[in-house]
């Protein structure tokens, strides 16, 4: 499921300037580094899209000016055609992160044409998920367009895995300051704590539990934490390709909200549209418990730890775990 027109009024209120209401149509964003508290080499840093940016701006604190092209949830980065002024964004960069799997290849693209070439940070390549398969056992079944779940921010272990190629990164490009990187890298598994908590306490809640999903981003979230994904075969292909499930899909996935064998809905609020709002309403109906999910990072959130742990604990109240 793609293309909703209320993405797509957004997108072209953005264009033209204006602010898109409930704050978000703004795309690329720049924080700026206090070069006097770096002790190396300030890094430019480009991050195609913010799931990962705010990790990297933790990362690298002030001895990285990081810019963010996709910085808002009102941009789908799934079908997201870069501006010319995204492209120049990458020219000056020392190092560029992007997520890969296919889900951002604008960025890619835009490293390919340059000359010389910056660092780059491939989320998938760190984990090993390019090129349409997976070396993790765990996730071998997962799909996304196509082949691979390109969703990795909602993979702990991904996340973790990454954290560390990007700090090696910056440490390799700026070497005067890699004790800086490693007390940033320390910094952040501090801040991640709450999120690691909050993992491990569902992890207590989930035995037996099931879950259905409107679409694929939270699946890395849901294994880790030990949910069995019951979401119908039919309609889970079709999100899976973006493509539009079928009526048949449909009610199959209303028959499962309404039959007992779904204990939660996880329904992303990032892509709106008439078929998971009636499945929304079909598990209001049926009493199942709905979380809700984005795949980018809120407006309102000011990082990637207040956003995920959010969406965890609305997860662990709806197992009845909530305090
Ligand atoms: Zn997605």
Not at 136 to 149: K, L, Q, R
């Amino acid at each position: 499921m793609s293309r909703r027109p209320t993405v797509l009024a957004l997108l072209a209120a953005s264009t033209l300037g204006l602010a898109a209401c409930g704050g978000g149509g703004n795309s690329t964003a720049t924080t700026e580094a206090d070069a006097a508290n770096c002790p190396g080499d300030v890094l430019d840093v480009v991050v195609s899209v913010n799931q990962w940016g705010d990790i990297v701006r933790a990362l690298g604190g002030d001895c990285a000016n990081v810019t963010t092209v996709i910085n808002s949830t009102a941009l789908d980065p799934h079908d997201y055609e870069p501006t010319t002024g995204d492209i120049a964004s990458f020219e000056d960069a020392d190092l560029v992160v992007v997520n890969g799997a296919d889900y951002d290849h604008w960025a890619s693209d835009a490293v390919d044409n340059l000359d010389p070439e910056p660092t780059v940070v491939d989320a998938a390549d760190v984990v090993g998920v390019e090129d349409g398969h997976s070396d993790d056992a765990d996730h071998a079944d997962d799909a996304d367009h196509g082949s691979v779940n390109p969703h990795l921010w909602y993979s702990p272990e991904y996340v973790a895995q990454t954290a560390t190629a990007i700090t090696d990164a910056l440490s390799d490009l700026s070497p005067g300051a890699a004790d800086y990187f490693a007390d940033r890298a320390a910094a952040w598994q501090t801040d991640l704590q709450p999120y690691t908590d909050e993992l491990t306490t569902l992890q207590g809640l989930t035995a037996g539990k099931t879950y259905a999903a409107t679409e694929t981003v939270f699946d890395y979230t849901a294994a880790a934490v030990g949910l069995t994904d019951a979401t119908p075969e039919g309609y889970r292909d079709a999100a899976s390709n973006e493509s539009d499930p079928s009526s048949g899909d449909v009610a199959a996935f209303e028959a499962a909200l309404a039959d007992g064998s779904i204990d939660v809905l996880v329904y992303n609020t990032q892509t709106e549209g008439s078929v998971p709002e009636q499945l929304r309403s079909a598990a209001e109906s049926a009493g199942v418990p709905v979380v809700e999910v984005t795949e980018s990072v809120p407006d309102g959130d000011d990082s990637f730890v207040q956003w995920q742990l959010g969406q965890l604990q609305q997860l662990a109240d709806a197992l009845g775990g909530g305090q």
